[in-house]
């Protein structure tokens, strides 16, 4: 079985987020938020055919899988088939709009020529450091697994046969568990069900429910929402949540692509819906901050985790995103989120949780700020294309914000880049900064593009605003005057210190010579060279010659060394596909596209890796691949 790495496919709700493998294992469960508490540790289900022993539906040699969306929802189908028994099992997983609650609907048809009696086994273990933290308890045909102050209940419309509330994995392999242990000290727990038996050609059908609970909630009070819970309609149920996806997916669809019958087109449509259906699993409701992807390594023996919030990732999403009537979601980001968590510097850290707390860090990084600034100019924009002229109520409310940030770029680029002002004790903007990638600390072309970007965006944000009384027009033109300046001063730094002269390409940073295709960030987004410049066409010339893979998918860097060091990124590959339309050329534009929409798996998600033969992919599902996918369409 493969690692917990991979996540295949998404549901959830404005609270829930879980994922799930290609083959139908709940994998992990997320409430109430994206990066918050990981309830299962694992969460296996399995039947017991007659006399046999366990059959895992998420793992057995005579199990064959097709997984797919119900059209245009996040109603997730997994169709198992057991070759042995020739039993069909097919497998939807939903969760509900009004209650957070996860519906796993089970239909069993026996294809066989003999009777079959079928056991449904659950065996659920809790996310614990020590076991004896946790406990599961059954009450009224429910088990209860509970740690602290969050409780889960798993229950069913049908009574359960048997428990067993630790040891588990000494019976259940027999298909067996026993009832035992009151005292349950243990957060690894099972139930079965007897489905009785099904007569050749018949179908027999099951509902298994999850249930969660944001307040702090004991088990007693869960109990009345449970009993509740069991007599609802599950077709009905059903029937809510396609309507309500398929409602979100028709007031987000505005790109309005049609299908042309070609499979270029229809593989492009699936990863454009998939996107508007996958990316609110990813956001704080209440604060609008992203989780670059849902987790994939929760031990970091791979890669550190991935679960957090980055600004970068952030607002690379939102800006591309607003196109889709995702601006209330980035609109929520830049008046709770950044100001909740802006440094009293002006500065934002590497990374935070959903709610705005602070995440881990290992050093800060200068674009994390710089792009704060450009993006609200680009939120902006959107507002007024989308109204048409509306006010500048968002302009005016973040106002503040925005100059505090530029404060701290001020700092930045007088001290790094005029040797001034550098004296001040303890100094944040003193230390060298990360770049983008989190490998090198210094001075990256990335991250001076970004800060030029910042102060672009600054200069047109105060064009709008000096309209207003409240704002001095003296003190707006010496400030314009100033950030006009510093675009100078940036841009003079890149041309005597960031140009390789003999090939006369960027350099990304004074400790290698390594091509980049972050360079790219010089025009694409930020805009501190021409399209057309020399030293732009040469430095892409290069990245083709030392990032572009034989299957035209490229590179973040030369000598890339994380996770294999050797697969294609897919915003690497949507960068310089960028690059591409906006100089016009559209074969090499195609060339890319066409390698990002073989990158997508069957159900539309964009990895964050591939492999050249297209056949491994890392992260599946990375916001910042579907956000470059939409701006490709869009821009």
């Given amino acids: 079985m493969r690692k917990k790495y991979y996540n295949d496919a998404f549901i959830g709700n404005k609270n829930i987020t879980c994922s799930f493998t290609k083959y139908g294992e ?4 997320y409430y109430p938020t994206p990066d918050y508490r990981q309830y299962f540790d694992f969460f296996h289900v399995g039947i017991k055919v007659n006399n046999s022993n366990i059959i895992y539906l998420h793992k057995d040699v005579n199990n064959t899988y097709n997984q797919y969306y119900e059209d245009d929802s996040n109603i997730l189908h997994t169709d198992i088939y057991n070759t042995y028994f020739k039993l069909n099992v097919n497998q939807i997983d939903f969760a509900l709009i009004d209650n957070d609650v996860i519906v796993r609907r089970y239909e069993f048809t026996n294809n066989s020529e003999d009777v079959e009696k079928i056991n449904f086994l659950v065996h659920s273990k809790m996310m614990s450091s020590f076991n004896n933290m946790a406990g599961g308890v059954i009450m009224d045909d429910v088990l209860f697994q509970y740690c602290h102050n969050y409780t889960v209940g798993i229950f069913s419309d049908e009574e359960i046969t048997s428990s067993q509330m630790n040891n588990v994995d000494s019976t259940i392999n027999s298909g ?40 702090v909630d004991q088990i007693n009070d869960s109990l009345y929402n449970v009993k509740a819970l069991k007599t609802i309609n599950v077709e009905l149920e059903k029937k809510k949540v396609l309507n309500y996806w398929k409602r979100f997916l028709f007031e987000h669809d505005t ?25 609110p699993f990813l956001i704080n409701e209440q604060t609008g901050g992203i989780s670059a992807t849902l987790e994939v390594d929760e031990e970091r023996d791979e890669t550190g985790r991935y679960s957090y919030c980055w600004p970068r990732d952030s607002i690379m999403i939102y800006s591309y995103l607003d ?63 989308k109204f048409d002229n509306c006010d500048d109520t968002f302009l005016l409310q973040n106002i503040d914000m925005l100059d505090k940030a530029i404060v701290f770029l001020n700092r930045y680029v007088e001290c790094k880049f005029l040797n001034i002002n550098c004296d001040y004790k303890h100094a944040i903007y003193k230390y060298e900064t990360y770049d983008l990638w989190e490998n090198n600390e210094g001075i990256s072309i990335y991250a001076i593009s970004a800060i030029y970007g910042a102060y672009d965006a600054m200069i047109n944000i105060y064009n709008v605003l000096k309209k207003y ?15 006009e300046n510093k675009k100078v001063i940036i841009k003079d730094y890149v041309l005597n210190n960031l140009i390789d002269k003999q090939k006369n390409v960027f350099i990304r940073n004074f400790k290698d010579r390594y091509m980049d295709i972050s360079m790219l960030g010089t025009v694409v987004p930020f805009g501190m060279f021409d399209i057309n410049d020399d030293i732009v066409k040469n430095t892409v ?84 691949s579907h956000a470059m996918f939409i701006g490709l369409l869009n821009e």
């Avoid at 139930?191 to 050609?201: F, K, N, R, V």
């Avoid at 309005?256 to 990863?271: Q, V």
Wanted: net charge negative.
């Fill in 176 to 215: 067996n568990i026993h009832d035992k242990d009151y005292i349950s000290m243990s957060s690894d727990n099972a139930i079965s069900y007897d489905l009785g038996t099904i007569e050749p050609g018949d179908t027999r059908f099951f509902h298994l429910f999850i249930y969660l609970k944001k307040e």
């Fill in 26 to 29: 709940l994998l992990r469960l």
């Fill in 469 to 483: 009384q409240d704002f001095d027009n003296e003190v707006i033109f010496n400030k314009i005057k100033d950030y």
């Fill in 323 to 385: 196109v889709l009537n995702f601006d209330d979601y980035s609109s929520r980001y830049y008046d709770i989120f950044l100001k909740k968590t802006q440094f009293a510097e002006g500065m934002w850290e590497q990374r935070y949780f959903t709610d705005g707390t602070l995440a881990p860090c290992w050093g800060y990084q200068i674009d994390e700020t710089a792009i704060v600034v450009w993006g609200a100019y680009k939120h902006y924009l959107n507002y007024q294309k």
């Fill in 541 to 624: 010339d290069e990245i083709n010659k030392t990032l572009r893979t034989y299957s035209n998918g490229y590179l973040r860097f030369q000598n890339d060394s994380y996770v294999s060091g050797t697969y294609p990124w897919v915003i690497a590959t949507a960068w310089i596909a960028m690059y591409y339309k906006k100089i016009g050329n559209m074969e090499e534009y195609k060339k890319a596209m066409e390698v990002i929409l073989k990158s997508s798996t069957p159900l539309g998600l964009l990895p964050e890796q591939i492999s050249s033969d297209f056949k491994e992919r890392w992260v599946i599902g990375l916001g910042w």
């Fill in 255 to 279: 790109l309005n692509l049609r299908d042309d019958g070609t499979e270029y087109m229809k593989t492009l449509i699936n990863i454009y819906k998939r996107t508007i259906l996958f990316i």
